[in-house]
Nanobody, 115 residues
Framework: QVQLVETGGGLVQAGGSLRLSCAASGITLSLSAMNWYRQAPGNQRELVAGITRAGDTNYADSVKGRFTISRDNAKNTVYLQMNSLKPDDTAVYYC?????????WGQGTQVTVSS
């Protein structure tokens, strides 16, 4: 079975930082493209950051310069370092994996940024 388990969410003041982790099982991370999405109440789910199998990264314009996605294939884990957090970053953050043509989702972790 495939599992993606997000951890690291919580409550933080504006300007603070959080690091989200997504631990994968049932897939090989080195063969997967990994992404972080987020969804705020009333909004569509949006792509925040992605990292390819080769290590290339991409970011939504709204988080460029503040968020960093990385992966540790040995630990089968992808991370999202979030700095300079803003209230608009408040959302449920979801880990997404694309492994051999199939997409998988974690259950999400709540990030709340207070003003």
């Amino acid at each position: 079975q495939v599992q993606l388990v997000e951890t690291g969410g919580g409550l933080v003041q504006a300007g603070g930082s959080l690091r989200l982790s997504c631990a994968a099982s049932g897939i090989t991370l080195s063969l997967s493209a990994m992404n972080w999405y987020r969804q705020a109440p009333g909004n569509q789910r949006e792509l925040v950051a992605g990292i390819t199998r080769a290590g290339d990264t991409n970011y939504a314009d709204s988080v460029k310069g503040r968020f960093t996605i990385s992966r540790d294939n040995a630990k089968n884990t992808v991370y999202l370092q979030m700095n300079s957090l803003k209230p608009d970053d408040t959302a449920v953050y979801y880990c997404n994996a694309n492994f051999i043509g199939t997409g998988y989702w974690g259950q999400g972790t709540q990030v709340t940024v207070s003003s």
